[in-house]
């Protein structure tokens, strides 16, 4: 088991609370996707619904239905951490259980994810203050603790088909999970918040009778091509009124 000691989250009060801006009551995948984020396959999906999560990554690689980085990696993690464990994608093995769900929960992370399914779910779900937990699915084995070889932590993985460091933000609701660099958090929060910001604005186009249709044909431009741009431009200014150009 290789561990990068070098790579120890350190999240100070005012980075703590830029990451619960991420916590907007309305906030979605799709805002930080569309604000710059990245998305997890959907084959990742929360196995506990109306539950959501954001945090700083703490990462995990192991091979199918191996329990040891996944434990190692716990038992390093830091209230608000998030677990990402790239566990091989779908498999009847699985490398999380009740046991180890109970004790994040107690230690209070953020949440966990792990590309491979999930078991204990009955155990899960009966837990008092459980976490979130995205997963693919559940499967009833493992294949054991494993050696040392089995699997890393602190490493960059690929998780649902994405690359995740520890140290980047996860932010996982109903929809999927998505993932910022940590370099880019501020920007993507900035743009993910206008992205509200435009919910609202849409919403009152609407409401003074014209269609979402209307809108997005005026925001498209003459070729589509600078769809994001103009969006943001007019969440930007006073009023709900077409641009000028």
């Known amino acids: 088991m290789s561990t990068n000691t070098q790579n120890q989250i350190t999240t100070t009060p005012a980075e703590r609370a830029m990451i619960e801006k991420f916590l907007h009551p309305r906030m979605t995948t799709e805002h930080i996707w569309s604000g710059g984020g990245m998305v997890m396959s959907n084959r990742i999906r929360s196995m506990l619904p109306g539950k959501r999560f954001v945090g700083r990554a703490l990462t995990a690689r192991t091979l199918a239905g191996f329990t040891r980085a996944g434990q190692e990696a716990l038992a390093q993690a830091q209230p608000g951490d998030v677990l990402v464990i790239a566990a091989g994608g779908p498999s009847e093995l699985s490398p999380w259980g009740g046991m180890v769900h109970w004790n994040a929960s107690r230690d209070k992370l953020a ?18 203050n459980a976490i979130p937990l995205f997963a693919c699915g559940q499967a009833p084995a493992i294949a054991g603790f494993g050696a040392p070889t089995t699997g890393a932590i602190r490493e ?27 370099a880019k958090v501020e920007q993507v929060l900035d743009l993910a918040l206008k992205g509200i ?19 997005l044909t005026m925001l498209s431009g003459v070729d589509g091509s600078n769809y994001k741009e103009r969006k943001f431009r007019w969440v930007g200014q006073d009023g709900i009124e077409p641009l000028k150009d």
């Open 111 to 128: 949440g966990v994810v792990v590309d491979g399914p999930t078991r204990d779910m009955v155990e899960i779900k009966a837990l008092e």
């Open 156 to 182: 960059t993985v690929m998780c649902g088909g994405i690359p995740v460091s520890t140290g980047d933000l996860v932010y996982g609701d109903d929809d999927g999970v998505a993932v910022v660099p940590w």
């Open 197 to 215: 910001i435009f919910d609202d604005k849409e919403q009152a186009w609407v409401e003074s009778g014209r269609s979402v249709f209307d809108l």
